[in-house]
């Protein structure tokens, strides 16, 4: 005869049977959800059981997979970046340069209203070759020499000759300096300047500024001038300079540079400086 517990087996309130184990049932309660996408509860037990298989599942995850692919990614991304910027960003001194460059390129083109008879004011041409002559080495050179040569003080003298020393130092400098950087003069310039040499078709730097700056500095400190003398100095040296640019024969930064070198070319003229007795020393021990 038949077991009643055989043809009722959800008596009791139970649930429908998910599994057995070891030959016995599993019941769960009605009142609990039934969630059909989860394993078995011994399936659960299995899994779990076993830390090697579960450690391997974690690693095998979706979301590592895609933390660790996304971390590999931007890192590789980030040093493509960097090897792009370094391979294709000049560096600052060179874009830098290459801007001061087309600026003084643009203003000394503006500023040379001189360059010719038919520039728009051509008219001061012969004024500003005028004084481009009286900031001319030759002049300045034969000037000391006579007064030198004249000079019957032995201030004077001395005076005298170290502006003539000067004067020397400041043609060797410059034509050494021009000769080494070999930069053309504007193209907007006519080559019809005062006794010019060879290092002379070079620009930069200004050899009339270089010696502007020099002699004026020199005058106001060894010469003994009124102060409407030292304003005239100080504007002649001035007109000097603009007087290169204006007329095509340098550019802007020829001159400032020019200015700077003969700013310390004064200096340097100091610390040589050489008394009569220091020259007549050396002249002795040559003899």
Not at 122 to 128: Q, T
Not at 188 to 196: G, K, Y
Not at 235 to 249: D, E, K, Q, Y
Request: charged residues 15%; aromatic residues 8%; hydrophobic residues 40%.
């Amino acid at each position: 005869m038949p077991s009643p517990k055989a043809k009722n087996p959800v008596r009791g309130g139970g649930s429908p049977v998910f599994g057995s184990s070891n030959g016995r049932y599993d019941f769960m309660s009605l009142t609990k959800p039934v969630n059909r996408s989860s394993p078995p509860p011994h399936l659960h037990q299995r899994q779990g059981s076993d830390p090697t298989t579960a450690r391997l599942r974690a690693s095998e995850s979706p979301t590592r997979r895609r933390g660790s692919s996304s971390s590999t990614g931007s890192g590789s991304g980030q040093g493509m970046a960097e090897e792009d910027g370094i391979r294709l960003n000049p560096s600052f001194i060179r874009v830098a340069l290459s801007s001061l460059l087309a600026i003084d390129l643009w203003l000394s083109k503006r500023l040379g209203v001189c360059a010719c008879e038919d520039s728009s004011w051509g008219s001061m041409r012969p004024l500003m070759k005028l004084i481009e002559i009286s900031g001319h080495g030759i002049p300045w050179l034969a000037g000391t020499a006579y007064c030198l040569y004249k000079s019957d003080s032995a201030a004077g003298q001395e005076v005298t000759l170290n502006l003539f020393m000067g004067l020397l130092l400041d043609l060797v400098l410059v034509g050494v300096v021009k000769a080494v950087v070999r930069r053309r003069r504007p193209a907007h310039n006519r080559m019809d300047m005062f006794a010019t040499f060879s290092v002379d078709r070079y620009s930069f730097p200004s050899g009339h500024a270089t010696r502007a700056a020099m002699c004026g500095r020199f005058l106001l400190a060894h010469l003994v001038l009124a102060a409407p003398l030292r304003v005239l100095v100080l504007l002649w040296a001035s007109m000097v300079g603009l007087s290169r640019v204006m007329l095509g024969r340098h550019n802007v930064t020829d001159v400032m540079f020019g200015f700077w070198m003969g700013y310390c070319q004064y200096n340097l003229v100091e610390m040589l400086w050489l008394s009569p007795q220091t020259l007549q020393g050396l002249l002795g021990q040559l003899g």
